[in-house]
């Protein structure tokens, strides 16, 4: 399928193939593949080959045999995915036997515009819109029955809370129902997420385990049965039910761990040391996303970039030996010429198809001003488009391209890119967004829709007329990288940074390195991290390219991408560091309590303490008969809306190590939810089998502590309402744990204004995409990783410091770095000197320079980014904004008029 070239009109392939066993595959800049599934007639009987006969580009070869090809390597990354749980081993779901049961993937293509009804939400039985729905939890997860998986599949409780989201926005009248045991939103933003679902109305969650006890066989309504938290069987009839299936490990995981002699646990996922979470047990093969375990997208993309980091550093030795650069052909200078236009309108799929009449726009198009070229397109980011794109800039002499499609912030580099390619000037691109701001938005105003989407073309051709050529600035890179924080992330980046040849500068503001890990003693995983953490600081002392600063304050940071300047001040000496990159590690810090009696009580600690008491045996610890460990101490509240994500594994680890101490010391956990995702539930199911006893509690009635005087003794009594037995009760405790809240770092809001980096609503800082780009920022050359991005265990800590680690050798692996030619510039007649503009510009990119006539603005280009705050702030029209001028943009206004 290698020469498929899968343009919109050639699609009679897919519609002569009588038994529709012929799909359309994309990717974005991935060629459009036709893919033959198993229903098709020549698989299975040898006959038919209609569709190898009408293609007209030999694309499709029945009689292709298997080729070996060798590849000389040095390391391997293995990112095979997981399967999805199939609910039709257990059976009891009803899935495939009731038509409107289907699992949290086929709802996610229900959901598609290019699903199988176009992103309407239909019944598979009628085709009719379902008003009522349930989505049942830990399908195929957090089970020991036979067929079903122990551990959590920990993304299946947020996935579920978009559905319903996403099932709310299609029909405002459906009511959702979610069937659950603990809710897990552990993750970044996931706590405000998960209530955002919950507050909407006609949406309910419910906890309990759910059956589908039979289908209406005049509706085809499903019948579910369950359980309250009083005891009462209850029986709700939904349109259509949505299981929430787990993750299993990739079908052929055996023949994997058998090709690559590499070890599985026993679920059958790669197994790793939580020292490195993407080693595998053979040297020099490396894993990256949820074969290592369940894992969302943030943690399987900074685990790839972090996989990618240790393969730099097993092959740097053979760093630049094999890659070639890319060379574009000379630009030609268009600059006299008049506009002559072509126009791109692409269908998206059906995500713009559907709703736009995309024959009518390009008709419409056609008959503008200065366009000479109009036509449409399946997806205008495949690279068969893009091909398309540069031949017809070539063939009709274009010199201003539209492409009407998405938003500029997914893919306009992409057609940037693509003018290159063809010669002629990058910003001679304009995006017209016909879906966004469209077809998304418009998808029941088909004819209004198409309007609209005219009307956008028509003021995207208006201001291309006055686009201007544009020069993007060469700057030289400095190869050294600058981290700051000396925690477990800190220093595991400077490491794997300095093994692939870069000076290396570890700043730390304490008189050591290790960060709060000096204070955790063990960890459920049996890692010894005591000696972790040894030996992780004697290899950055010992390593020549790393230079350490301890007792570090910094005073100053300046300078661009590729080429910062920050100034320290550390044992009363100063320096200033230069360097091509910064990593920005500093770690979090424990809440301390206000509650609980905590600071007035000696016997009420931090669940830090805790571990510390334990390890150094404290007799009033270790010889303890009960120990209540209360969580979500200091977050989930109104002054902390998040989860700190480690405290659930915690208190468990410290119980399980009581436990092991003392097996008679009674425990008790109350909680909201516990959320030991991911393999952490199995020391959730040890803990229970080894007697710690767990009570939940509601934010609306938290557990209260008293220290009462009975028999001369003082004893701190906590009381909490017990929803299994329906009734208060008391624990008399000799030592109260608190779970308290994982803090952002106190420097944060200095180290953000230093390096012009954001923070978040909790004041972690805020990385430039949630789930894409989680160790970057929007300041180029400035990254994150640690807890000061948010709170995480120290596996995934380590896996995050590898992929800050990797995105930086991305830039510091350049000799020079480009930046954007849409920058701001002063004419200097019109300028006042106000200075109105430099307090406006939040990047520092404004000064004002002393002229004969006066003081003058100057903006220096390569700290500019564009954004155009001054622009609007000045008074007498001084500075102009390149790419988006005065003149481009009134072009635009004028058109829509």
């Known amino acids: 399928m290698e020469y498929c070239p899968v343009q919109y009109p050639d699609q009679f392939n897919r519609e002569i193939s009588e038994n529709k066993a012929i799909h359309i595959y994309f990717a974005q800049a991935i060629p459009l593949i036709a893919y033959i599934d198993e229903s098709c007639l020549y698989l299975k009987e040898k006959k038919c080959l209609i569709c190898a006969g009408v293609c007209k580009n030999d694309a499709i070869d029945f009689y292709q045999k298997p080729k070996k090809i060798e590849i000389k390597i040095g390391a391997v990354i293995l990112c095979p995915g ?239 030996k094999l890659t070639k650069e890319r060379i574009y052909p000379q630009e030609i200078d268009q600059s006299g010429e008049e506009p002559k236009i072509g126009v791109f309108v692409c269908h998206c799929g059906s995500n713009i198809g559907r709703v736009v009449d995309v024959p009518s726009a390009v008709q419409y198009a056609s008959t503008l001003p200065n366009v000479v070229y109009a036509c449409e397109q399946l997806f205008s980011c495949a690279t068969n488009s893009a091909k398309e794109i540069t031949d017809a800039i070539k063939e009709k002499g274009l010199n201003r391209v539209i492409i009407a499609a998405c938003s500029p912030r997914t893919l306009e580099p992409l057609f940037r890119d693509t003018l290159k390619e063809a010669g002629i000037n990058q910003y001679f691109c304009e995006m017209a967004n016909i879906r966004e701001h469209n077809s998304w938005v418009h998808s029941k105003e088909k004819e209004e829709a198409t309007q609209k989407a005219k009307d956008i073309i028509k003021m995207a051709a208006a201001r291309a007329a006055h686009l201007e050529p544009l020069q993007e600035i060469d700057l030289p890179v400095n190869k050294t990288a600058l981290i700051i924080g000396g925690g477990i992330a800190g220093m595991t980046c400077a490491l794997s940074i300095a093994e692939q040849n870069h000076p290396v500068y570890l700043i730390e503001k304490n008189n050591d390195l290790g960060g709060i890990a000096k204070k955790i003693r063990y960890l459920l995983e049996n890692l010894d991290i005591s000696a972790h953490l040894n030996n992780l600081i004697s290899k950055v002392y010992k390593h020549p390219l790393i230079r350490v600063r301890t007792e570090v304050e910094i005073t100053g940071a300046y300078g661009y991408v590729g080429n910062f300047e920050t100034e320290i001040r550390y044992k009363n000496q100063t320096e200033k560091i230069k360097h091509g990159a910064a990593v920005i590690a500093i770690g979090a810090r424990e809440y301390k309590p206000k509650e609980y009696l905590y600071g007035k009580d000696k016997r009420v600690v931090t669940n830090l303490q805790l571990e510390n008491l334990i390890a150094q045996k404290d007799n009033s610890v270790i010889s303890a008969k009960n120990i209540a460990m209360i969580q979500c101490v200091g977050c989930r509240n109104e002054d902390r809306n998040y989860c700190s994500r480690i405290c659930c594994s915690e208190s468990i680890k410290n119980g399980l190590k009581l436990k092991e101490i003392n097996p008679d010391i009674d425990i008790y956990i109350l909680f909201r939810d516990i959320r030991t995702y991911g393999f952490k539930e199995d020391y959730y199911r040890e803990a229970a089998e080894n007697n710690i006893k767990f009570i939940r509690y509601k934010p609306e009635a938290k557990p209260e502590v008293k220290a009462i005087d009975e028999s001369g003794k003082t004893i701190l009594r906590v009381a909490i309402y017990d929803y299994i037995l329906g009734r208060k009760i008391a624990i008399d405790a000799d030592i109260i744990s608190l779970a308290a809240a994982v803090l952002p770092p106190e420097d944060n809001k200095k180290i953000s204004l230093l390096f012009k980096v954001p923070l978040g609503p909790d004041n972690f800082f805020k990385e430039a995409h949630v789930k894409l780009k989680p160790v970057e920022f929007g300041t180029d050359g400035v990254y994150l990783c640690g807890t000061a991005h948010y709170p995480k265990h120290i596996s995934e800590t380590i896996s995050q410091a590898y992929g800050a680690a990797g995105r930086a050798l991305t830039l510091l692996a350049r000799d020079i770095v480009t930046v954007s030619g849409s920058v701001c510039e002063v004419e200097e007649k019109k300028c006042i000197g106000c200075e109105a503009c430099i307090s406006a510009c939040t990047y520092n990119a404004i000064e004002l320079r002393k002229t004969k006539q006066g003081g003058k603005a100057f903006v220096n280009p390569v700290l500019c980014k564009g954004d155009g705050l001054c622009n609007a702030k000045c008074p007498t029209g001084a500075i102009s904004l390149k790419h988006f001028t005065d003149k481009e943009i009134l072009s635009q206004i004028d058109a829509a008029a």
Not at 87 to 96: A, F, L, N, S
């Open 82 to 320: 997981y399967e999805a749980f199939d609910p039709t081993i257990k059976g009891r779901y009803g899935y495939g036997e009731f038509q409107n049961v289907v699992t949290s993937l086929d709802f996610e293509r229900i959901l598609c515009a290019t699903g199988p009804y176009e992103g309407e939400i239909l019944r598979a039985s009628d085709k009719k819109h379902p008003r009522k729905i349930a989505w049942i939890q830990c399908v195929g997860s957090r089970r020991v029955t036979p067929g079903d998986n122990p551990y959590c599949s920990a993304v299946c409780c947020a996935y579920a809370q978009k559905q319903v989201i996403l099932t709310k926005e299609h029909d405002s009248n459906a009511e959702c129902v979610i069937f659950h045991n603990d809710i897990r939103s552990y993750g970044k933003d996931f706590e405000t997420y998960f209530q955002r679902a919950e507050n909407l109305p006609g949406v309910r969650f419910i906890r309990s385990y759910p059956s589908i006890d039979r289908q209406d066989p005049k509706t085809k309504n499903i019948i579910i049965r369950y359980a309250t938290s009083d005891s009462q069987v209850k029986e709700e009839e939904f349109d259509m039910v949505v299981l929430s299936v787990g993750l299993n490990p990739p079908a052929d995981h055996l023949k994997i761990a058998e090709k690559f002699q590499i070890k599985l646990n026993s679920y059958g996922f790669c197994k790793t040391d939580p020292s490195n979470p993407m080693q595998t047990t053979r040297p020099g093969i490396f894993i990256s996303g949820a074969f290592s375990g369940p894992s969302d997208i943030p943690e399987s993309v900074f685990g790839a970039s972090g996989a990618g980091s240790q393969c730099g550093e097993l092959l740097n030795y053979r760093r630049d």
